[in-house]
């Protein structure tokens, strides 16, 4: 197994190199030496998932100074026969634009709120809004989405979701309501064509990845019928 992972898109992105380790089951020992044959091989930025009940691996990789930017939670929904047949709401429709417009970059931005791309300083703001506005142009061209639906309101996109497949299961990725319109069920009903699409294709399962301190977003999924599938912590460490 390959433990430290070179990132080529976020290397590319960020115009230095990034890495992954993949730290679940190592020893604090091969985790530290890792670290150390990250920042030979010239690795400026490193990103490490640690599973929260693992205490001493988390303590070394504070005490090696990462930085702990997400305690992500992992959400999963085992899709039913009958979501085949729910009823979409009128005013969801698929983006059918060639580009995002400035309204989906937008609802974009809103959806970073507790990204570790903006907690994590080092980043930068400008790289944070970069990042999330290519996250939505790539969506809307179907390079990292399969799907993006909005959800319209006089002829303007208030909500956003976008959906993709990995691993054989639903995914989601960018979810948003504008502020101006929250509390109204949307976030609910943009959900339910999710539901509707993935069963549709056959999947069995939408997976669906939270910021830990995004109450309201745990709140709303977890009031959705998503179930907790697993927790981690993630750390950047800049070498």
């Keep these: 197994m390959e433990i430290l992972k070179k990132l080529e898109w976020d290397s590319d992105f960020f115009s230095y190199q990034v890495g992954e380790i993949v730290a679940n089951g190592l020893s604090e020992e ?14 400026r930025l490193v990103y490490a998932k640690i599973p929260p009940d693992d205490l001493k691996l988390n303590k070394l990789a504070q005490q090696r100074g990462g930085f702990l930017v997400d305690e992500r939670i992992i959400y999963s929904l085992t899709l039913k026969d ?6 979409v709401c009128h005013q969801i429709k698929e ?8 309204e989906l970059i937008d609802l974009a931005m809103q959806c970073g709120e507790y990204s570790r791309f903006k907690i994590d300083k080092k980043i930068g703001g400008q790289k944070f809004i970069d990042l999330y506005t290519t996250w939505i142009k790539k969506s809307v061209i179907g390079e990292i989405a399969e799907k993006v639906f909005v959800y319209e309101v006089a002829g303007k996109n208030i909500g956003l979701l976008t959906l993709a497949v990995k ?33 549709k294709n056959g999947l069995v399962k939408i997976i669906a990845v939270v910021q830990g301190k995004n109450i309201s977003a745990c709140r709303f ?19």
Excluded: P
């Design 82 to 87: 009958e979501y085949k047949n729910l009823q």
């Design 167 to 199: 691993n054989g299961y639903g995914s989601t990725g960018l979810l948003a309501v504008d502020n101006n319109f929250r509390g109204q069920k949307i976030g609910s009903r943009l959900f339910d064509a999710a539901k509707k699409y993935f069963a």
């Design 221 to 239: 999924h977890e009031k959705c019928g998503f179930l907790v599938f697993a927790r981690e912590n993630f750390y950047h460490f800049w070498l």
């Design 95 to 102: 983006y059918s634009g060639e580009q995002a417009c400035q």
């Design 30 to 43: 091969i985790f530290a030496k890792t670290l150390n044959e990250a920042k030979l091989k010239n690795y």
